[in-house]
């Protein structure tokens, strides 16, 4: 994978900050966003790592690492669109009553 394991050099992940927070750009199933750190190994043996930089995307499946920008947005649910819990319908956030189906909001 790339030039990671030249030289012994590793990413692991840390640990999941958000579970299914993506899609694994290789395989399409679910990433996680991970903290990661390097791993600069020697014969197989761990003698220095170091904390990523930033979160990453990281699939279980096939192993990969790679951007958060990369993976496609989960289903968007921006902060000033409403969607109404009965008809499913989009609503514009000030509305008390869903103008489509009428229940409240
Ligand atoms: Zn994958
Ligand atoms: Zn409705």
Redesign the pocket.
Known sequence: MFFFFVGGLEQQARQVLKSGAGRCIACGSRADLVDYEKVLKLFFVPVWRWPGKEPVMYCNDCKLFFPQSLTPPPPSSTADVLR?Q????E?DADFRF?P????AL
Do not use: S
């Open positions: 109404c009965f008809c499913r319908r609503v869903c489509f189906c009428g229940n």
